[in-house]
């Protein structure tokens, strides 16, 4: 009885959470549409990029190839950084193509704090300036924590996943004063909605989104802007099932990327980015991309244990021998379901090796 008082209780003071909210967000809407309305008409806004300099981490493929061709299309100066030197030469043509007065290829790596200093000094060294900090690079984990033999294997993955945010913010931000720039950290949605066996990944971008909400408070006088964009389910190379496995190695496995990800609906990038950039130069703080991510938001604030059972479902539970044989899975055979979910790009194991 008691036990029962207790969750009666709790969803008593969900519900009551969820009334106050539906009163106060017409009129946080309000003092948004006003504060945005006087911005615009008292301050400078990042909204013409035209002539800026960009850097550009993780930019050889996926979100932060078209990320440099969006960019390019708005005649930003280019500064594009990633470990694959010929295919960053590629996406560094194709952006000057499209519109880029200037394009600088750095091969480097992000979790390599020396690498950072260096591609963040090439860039002041050529352009003489530095406009935008764009920290796009990410790796994908897949594995529950149990599977995993040794933990260390996941180090990797933090280096990149927040250090590679850290280190080049670090050296960027003096030249960004002296521009009143702008700091973009391309996150995940995966803080926000709970997915299994995604531990480490999971954890890697929730403490880079706390380190931008914490710097946003500690840059405010200093005229730099700090956009968070948050990413849905987005093609690329991450979505096409490339991932860090519990035994350390990188590879290709699109049987565990549909266990995990299902009949989740794939944005194409190049809508992704579109969008993502406008939200960028209008200077909004956060860009979730899908917009209704943001619903799901609210879902795990006030009852999360819905949002735990159904990810638990979808993803965990096995309907098979083999740990990939999920519900998520399964209901991606439906006839037509992969068609509707997945680009064509997603159907093939191929990616840049170089």
């Known amino acids: 009885m008691a036990a029962m008082m207790m969750m009666m209780m709790q969803v ?42 960009v850097l550009i981490t993780g930019a050889s493929s996926g979100i932060g190839e078209h990320l440099a061709y969006e960019y390019g299309r708005r005649g930003a100066y280019l500064a594009l950084v990633a470990r694959r030197e010929e295919s960053l030469r590629q996406v ?29 000094d090439d860039t002041i060294r050529y352009f003489g300036r530095l406009d935008h900090l764009v920290n796009n690079a990410s790796i994908w984990q897949v594995g529950k924590f149990e599977e995993i033999t040794d933990v260390n294997h996941f180090r990797k993955l933090m280096d990149i996943n927040f250090w590679g945010h850290v280190y080049p913010t670090r050296h960027a931000i003096p030249h960004l004063k002296k521009t009143r720039g702008r700091i973009v950290g391309v996150t995940s949605n995966s803080f926000y909605i709970f997915i299994p066996r995604n531990t480490f990944y999971n954890a890697s971008k929730a403490a880079v989104l706390n380190f931008y909400d914490t710097l946003r408070m500690e840059l405010a006088g200093d005229d ?22 519990k035994e350390g190695g990188m590879r290709v496995d699109q049987a565990e990327r549909d266990a995990i990800l299902g009949t989740a609906p794939v944005e194409r990038t190049g809508d992704f980015t579109t969008a993502a950039v406008q ?4 200077g909004d703080r956060y860009v979730f991309e899908p917009r209704w991510y943001r619903a799901v938001y609210l879902l795990r604030v006030f009852f999360p244990e819905v949002l735990e059972w159904s990810s638990r479902l979808l993803t965990v539970r096995q309907l098979g021998t083999a740990t990939t044989d999920t519900l998520g899975q399964w209901l991606l055979g439906v006839p037509g379901q992969r068609w509707i979910a997945q680009p064509a790009s997603l159907q093939s194991p191929e990616i840049k090796v170089r």
């Open 12 to 53: 008593a003071i969900r519900l009551a959470g969820a009334a106050l909210l539906a009163l106060f967000l017409p009129a946080y809407h309000v003092y948004k549409l006003t504060a945005s309305f006087l911005g615009a008409l008292l301050a400078e806004h990042d909204g013409d990029v035209a002539g800026k300099v």
């Open 92 to 120: 560094g043509d194709a952006a000057a193509a499209a519109g880029s007065p200037g394009v600088l290829v750095v091969p480097g790596d992000v979790s390599s704090p020396d690498d950072c200093r260096k591609f963040v």
């Open 224 to 245: 730099i802007g700090i956009t968070e964009v948050v990413p849905g389910v987005v093609e690329s190379e991450i979505t096409k099932g490339k991932m860090l496995t």
């Open 279 to 282: 939200g960028v130069c209008r």
